[in-house]
């Protein structure tokens, strides 16, 4: 396989953990766990982002890095509009909020909505991927 090749098959699986995650969020809000939900939510939209940087040749090693890259590389730069970077540091921070903070609940209305805004997320990221 070709370095070409193997990128593109790298950035594939990026995609498709994306879509496990969202498979997986779907399933733990169905049986009442929302902040298992609202971390998948956030890791569905990280997987599809580290899948574009990977396609444009970056790579980092923490969370931070590839929500900076994001922000640098497709927010600042117009290519998607500011609200789709400031829900993914929203997810980013709520994420990190639910996994640590035991008090930190969120509501099934709230995943619900979180969940269908991850699933546009994603599909967006899918097609600058495609077209990159």
């Not at 779907?26 to 569905?44: C, G, I």
Request: with cysteine; charged share 30%; glycine share 4%.
């Amino acid at each position: 396989m070709t370095q070409p090749e193997d990128q593109a098959k790298l950035t594939a699986l990026w995609m498709a953990k994306a879509d496990d995650a969202l498979a997986s969020a779907d399933l733990e809000l169905r049986a009442d766990h929302q902040t298992f939900a609202v971390n998948r939510t956030y890791y569905a939209c990280f997987y599809a982002v580290t899948a574009l940087l990977h396609e444009h040749g970056k790579q980092f090693a923490r969370h931070s890095g590839v929500l900076s890259e994001f922000r640098r590389t497709f927010i600042k730069t117009g290519r998607l509009d500011k609200a789709w970077g400031s829900f993914y540091h929203k997810l980013f921070e709520d994420r990190q909020e639910g996994d640590y903070l035991p008090t930190r609940t969120f509501s099934a209305e709230d995943v619900s909505e979180r969940l269908t805004k991850t699933r546009e997320f994603v599909s967006i990221i899918r097609t600058l991927v495609d077209d990159s």
